[in-house]
């Protein structure tokens, strides 16, 4: 390959980056509008992008729009965008909000974890039960189980942040509950997740593989952990912050491409890297994480789209509505009631269990990143993803919503408690007794008296 065709192919792919960016925009434009968060808008988009394409114009000119060396570029982009975001989403599961009662939040990230994983057995029941080899794929059946079961248990913690911050709700009990609770459950789902996806190696060899890759992997997150706790670290942050941003996006590539080398996720590296830094208040790092965070967020939609073209373009043919419907009504299910039940059993009003429950349904881009991970590692097979995408997108749609009627529900229960107490509808005015007319002023012809 010349210069010259090198230099057509990046700009071919920086181009279509371009576009992809600006139907995030759209996306982002469209969701705020409708009263959803902004990454509803970008995943969206992002997923039907190429689906779309497809439709109007054909597979041709999806091919040719998007050849194969500009789409290796371009997913390039998407998995660099979404191994700099997963930085500063695993730093946040490390560090957490301020903590609420331990107990509550045990009892709550119980009920909002274990319900979903039983649904996400009756889910593979299901599917080996009723379902084709198109859908259940070919993986070990304990990684496939294994997988599902994780899929289904999620809660993402960016996406309800902003849920939160939106609303007005990150100092409220059900807020600070769902979102300790949502970060507990997901550090407990990437641990699920490295299991399943050292189970769907298959033999011993791949096992082995994925053993080394995650030991290179801890080992270098410690190393990083290390380098960065020495003044000197610190110094150099406090001095030149964005050139420590650099270096650490820098170092969770080299991580997160090298493990997926060696046979397991880059997401997984993205995550070791993001947990090693330090988060404690001596520590200048949150600004550099965020800003590696916030790089790989405007790379993120490449994510979406790549995702978007090779997985739902071939699971349309193939999809299953009552897979999909199935999915949907077990994943809302689970979390809806777990988390009710969990908030229950933790002592908290029955109001504040039913917020907790809509809250810890939000799966968003925590979701499709697991999706992605199970469909790399060849457990999850396209149509079972696209169900499990639909169930994701339905749950973080409906979580606003359900929030909505919530507090008109409160508002009514309001009024009502203040119709028995003044024995008067909320804004009317309290009827006058005889002694209160005595005192009103009366008009006279000399005057008021």
């Known amino acids: 390959m010349d210069v010259l065709d090198l230099l057509l192919r990046v700009t071919h792919a920086v181009t ?68 700099l975001f997963l930085v500063g989403l695993a730093h946040k599961l490390r560090i957490g909000p301020d903590r609420p009662p331990r107990r509550t939040v045990t009892w709550v990230a119980a009920g909002s974890l274990v319900p979903p994983l039983l649904t996400g057995l009756l889910l593979t029941g299901w599917v080996l039960l009723t379902a084709g080899p198109a859908v259940r794929g070919g993986a070990p059946l304990p990684a496939f189980v294994l997988m599902v079961a994780v899929a289904m248990s999620i809660t993402a913690v960016p996406v309800l942040s902003r849920i939160l911050a939106d609303r007005g709700m990150g100092e409220s009990a059900a807020g600070r509950l769902a979102l300790a609770s949502a970060i507990a459950i997901d550090a407990v789902g990437w641990l699920m997740l490295t299991v ?27 190393a990083i952990r290390y380098a960065l706790r020495t003044r000197a670290a610190r ?16 170092s969770a590539l080299g991580v997160a491409l090298a493990m997926e080398h060696m046979g397991m996720t880059a997401i ?16 200048p790092w949150a600004g550099a994480v965020s800003t590696v965070s916030r790089s790989g967020r405007a790379l993120a939609p490449a994510f979406f789209v790549v995702t978007g073209i ?42 504040t269990a039913w917020r907790i429950g809509a809250l810890v349904n939000t799966r968003g881009l925590t979701e499709l990143i697991v999706l992605q991970a199970g ?31 919530l507090d008109r529900r409160d508002g009514r229960r309001a009024r009502r408690r203040t119709e028995r107490l003044t024995g008067r509808r909320p804004g009317e005015r309290p009827a006058r007794h005889r002694s209160d007319r005595d005192k009103l002023p009366v008009e006279t012809e000399s005057g008021t008296r």
């Not at 997984?268 to 520590?283: F, M, S, T, W």
């Not at 469909?375 to 919503?401: D, E, F, N, R």
Request: glycine content about 14%.
């Open 16 to 83: 279509a980056l371009a576009v992809v960016l600006l139907l995030a925009a759209a996306g982002r434009s469209a969701a705020r509008r409708l009263r959803q968060p902004e990454v509803i808008g970008e995943i969206t988009v992002g997923l039907l992008a190429g689906p779309a394409v497809i439709a109007l114009f054909g597979k041709t000119a999806l091919d040719a729009l998007l050849p194969g060396p500009v789409f290796d570029l371009l997913k390039l982009f998407g998995e660099i965008g979404l191994v």
């Open 310 to 351: 090779t997985v739902l373009t071939g699971a349309f043919s193939a999809a299953s509505w009552p897979l999909i419907v199935v999915a949907v009504v077990l994943g809302c299910a689970g979390k809806l009631f777990g988390g009710y039940a969990g908030a229950r059993l933790g002592g908290l009003p029955r109001g």
């Open 196 to 222: 399943a996806i050292s189970l769907g190696a298959g033999d011993l060899s791949g096992s082995l593989n994925s053993a080394r890759a995650l030991l290179f992997g801890v080992v270098c997150a410690l």
């Open 375 to 405: 469909l790399s590692a060849g457990i999850l097979s396209p149509p079972l993803v696209l169900a499990l995408v639909v169930m994701a997108l339905v749950t973080t749609a409906m979580t606003g919503p359900l929030l909505n009627v």
């Open 268 to 283: 997984l590296g993205a995550a070791l890297v993001g947990l090693a830094v330090p988060g404690d208040e001596r520590a």
């Open 235 to 250: 110094r150099f942050c406090v001095r030149l912050p964005r050139s420590a941003a650099v270096a650490l996006g820098a």
